[in-house]
């Protein structure tokens, strides 16, 4: 065998099995806009939407999934669209400005003459177990600012749990619905906490 015919043979394997490797898939938790109801009324504040803390643990590309023995499993051609605190906060504002009839003005000018509602997120936990469900566990701080005024703070927890289908779409999709619920969370709360002052945090298992 002659070397061209030796390297020749090199490339063609090279390229079959370039031809023949898994394909990357990418997912988000951004749901589709039609998937919330929008506010049919604009909430009494202005909101910003402040940035999202995550666990080092699942807050890179790759999905993470727990496995049943307690591990962890980083499954590299299954990859969020950009990095799950970004998604997570991205997803999260979207669904609170249809349900605030707002725009986040985080980062921006704000009305001097009407209250600003910052919403902080800690998520403490993000698990995904394939074929079974999805969990969130997010502690959320409420921040109301008036003019001249005194700050006031309200800091809840949620733990969202979701059954998932068979397949990381269907994972997806659940992730997708706990984010949704936990909105729906936020938003009830906070619109009852502008008006009347004395709200109390939700039930913290949903």
Known sequence: MTLRTHLFGIATALS????TSTPTHYYTLIAPATSAPA?????SFQFEMLPVLMPVQVD???VVVRQGNGSLAILENDRWGAPLG???????TGQLERRFGLRDLAGLPKQGDQPVLSLRTDVRRFESVLDQYAL???VWNLSLS?????????TCSSVIRQPAGVGMENLVLAHQHAVSVLADTIAKTANDWARQGGARCPASVQ
């Not at 079959?16 to 031809?19: K, N, P």
């Not at 008036?146 to 309200?154: C, F, H, I, V, Y």
């Open 16 to 19: 079959l099995a370039a031809c």
């Open 39 to 43: 506010s049919t009324a604009q909430a």
């Open 60 to 62: 890179q590309p790759p």
């Open 86 to 92: 970004d998604e997570f906060h991205d997803a999260l």
């Open 136 to 138: 969130i566990d997010v």
């Open 146 to 154: 008036n003019s001249g005024a005194k700050r006031q703070n309200l």
